[in-house]
């Protein structure tokens, strides 16, 4: 059981715009920043956004992300067949003292 | 280029212990604080701990199920993390990723992991 909750699947059609939600408490996301990975499977994960919402260099601005409360949301327009992957929720707890990653939610471009 | 390789993982019956190493390259080691994160396999991520700098200090701190039976530390001068794990237990079989994140003045906000090494624990 994961400390944040994801989704465990999403899709969506090529061109379209989806939205995977990550869903924490006052000592998480409440309280700290929310970064969000792409996996690929076989690969490493790769940071799409940090700091809630900020995008590191060379990931495409089809890629946002925001947080409200306990809550976060990571959105993807122009869905790419690429964009296939399963992707992560991160974000320091403190009263766990650690970092903790959501259970990941499977991306399907259909 | 920035690179971070992890070595050691291996095949250790349960009770053991083995000694993971993280050989980073193309930034300044010293200066950034390095954890790992594990992966079994089919399943989610999994943060293992963090070591901070020795400019900033602090504690290392240890996610629960690793606390007392894992030690992180680091060799600056080796530019090289490692992680330690004794009394391993099946739960522990995972791919391990070492992992840092930090601000380069010239690549922005940089989060780098290995290809991460694995570890069967039976």
């Known amino acids: 059981q994961s400390v944040l909750a994801q989704p465990p699947s999403s899709s969506g059609t090529p061109g379209q715009r989806v939205t995977i939600s990550c869903s924490g408490g006052s000592s998480n996301i409440g309280s700290n920043y929310v970064d969000w990975y792409q996996q690929v499977p076989g690969t490493a994960p790769k940071l799409l956004i940090y700091?809630?919402?900020q995008r590191p260099l060379g990931v495409p601005d089809r890629f946002s992300g925001s947080k409200s409360g306990t809550s976060a949301s990571l959105a993807i327009s122009g869905l790419r067949s690429e964009d296939e992957a399963d992707y992560y929720c991160a974000a320091w707890d403190d009263s766990q003292s650690g970092r903790v990653f959501g259970g990941g939610t499977k991306l399907t471009v259909l | 280029e920035v690179v971070l390789v992890e070595s050691g993982g291996g095949l250790v019956k349960p009770g053991g212990s083995l000694r993971l190493s993280c050989a980073a390259s193309?930034?300044?080691?010293?200066?950034?604080?390095m954890s790992w994160v594990r992966q079994t396999p089919g399943k989610g991520l999994e943060w293992v701990g963090r070591?901070?700098?020795?400019?900033?200090?602090?504690?290392?701190e240890y996610a629960a199920p690793v606390k007392g039976r894992f030690t992180i530390s680091r060799d600056d001068s080796k530019k090289t993390l490692y992680l330690h794990m004794n009394s391993l237990k099946t739960e522990d079989t995972a791919l391990y990723y070492c992992t840092t994140q930090y601000s380069s003045s010239s690549l922005g906000y940089m989060d780098v992991w290995g290809n991460g090494t694995t570890v069967i624990v039976s």
């Open positions: 700091r809630n919402n």
């Open positions: 193309g930034f300044t080691f010293r200066n950034v604080w």
């Open positions: 070591i901070k700098s020795e400019i900033d200090g602090g504690p290392t």
